[in-house]
T-cell receptor
Framework: GAVVSQHPSRVICKSGTSVKIECRSL??????MFWYRQFPKQSLMLMAT?????????EQGVEKDKFLINHASLTLSTLTVTSAHPEDSSFYIC???????????????FGPGTRLTVL | RKEVEQDPGPFNVPEGATVAFNCTYS??????FFWYRQDCRKEPKLLMS?????NEDGRFTAQLNRASQYISLLIRDSKLSDSATYLC????????????????WGLGTSLAVNP
């Protein structure tokens, strides 16, 4: 099946620093990538939808200036958490969509996630 | 009301038991449906898609009732390795213009299979 990688898998940083997370589709071209966040014992929450070559669409309540998303190529999207604070500590997961963009049966493939801890 | 609702459990069952998970969704325009499995501190993995006619994959059977907006997952002859959180997921069309769709996730139902 399709493979999606994420880097880094784990990061610990000081409050106020910025952290960049990369998401790559390794064996397919992903016109759309999704960024999720999951807090302990909670469901995945979609943060933003990223289409290659255009601005990301953010979900309500997600600050676009704090969570910068760049989808410069069909195989790479990045999420930068700017000026991270302890409340940003979470499990960040990306996914890439394979298949016909206009069908409802396409599949999302998930990266292994990045565990961010802000001290 | 949550868009996708599941009983959080936990379900504790002995090996070999049959266990059923239920899920309801609120958006009648939902287009496709899935069950994912998530192990502790890992990303979710697709278990199976759910079709109106019902579908089976080995010990796993999924059912969809569009009229009742209800989805189920049945696991027969449960194994220790089935212990995980099972997530009900619905694919809906975004409210903005265009053909964008997004997945809405349930909170998940925790299953522990005991020896």
């Amino acid at each position: 099946g399709a493979v999606v990688s994420q880097h880094p898998s784990r990061v610990i940083c000081k409050s106020g620093t910025s952290v960049k997370i990369e998401c790559r589709s390794l064996d397919f071209q992903a016109t759309t990538m999704f960024w999720y966040r999951q807090f302990p014992k909670q469901s995945l929450m979609l943060m933003a939808t990223s289409n290659e070559g255009s601005k990301a669409t953010y979900e309500q309540g997600v600050e676009k200036d704090k969570f910068l998303i760049n989808h410069a190529s069909l195989t790479l999207s990045t999420l930068t958490v700017t000026s991270a604070h302890p409340e940003d500590s979470s499990f960040y997961i990306c996914s890439a969509r394979s298949g016909d963009y206009h069908t409802s049966t396409d599949t999302q493939y998930f990266g292994p996630g990045t565990r961010l801890t802000v001290l | 009301r949550k868009e996708v609702e599941q009983d959080p459990g936990p379900f504790n069952v002995p090996e070999g038991a049959t266990v059923a998970f239920n899920c309801t969704y609120s958006n009648s325009a939902s287009q496709s449906f899935f069950w994912y499995r998530q192990d502790c501190r890992k990303e979710p993995k697709l278990l199976m898609s759910v079709y109106s006619s019902g579908n089976e994959d080995g010990r796993f059977t999924a059912q969809l009732n569009r009229a009742s907006q209800y989805i189920s997952l049945l696991i027969r002859d449960s194994k220790l390795s089935d212990s995980a959180t099972y997530l009900c997921v619905v694919n809906v069309k975004c409210s903005n213009a265009g053909n964008n769709r997004k997945l809405i996730w349930g909170l998940g139902t925790s299953l522990a299979v005991n020896p």
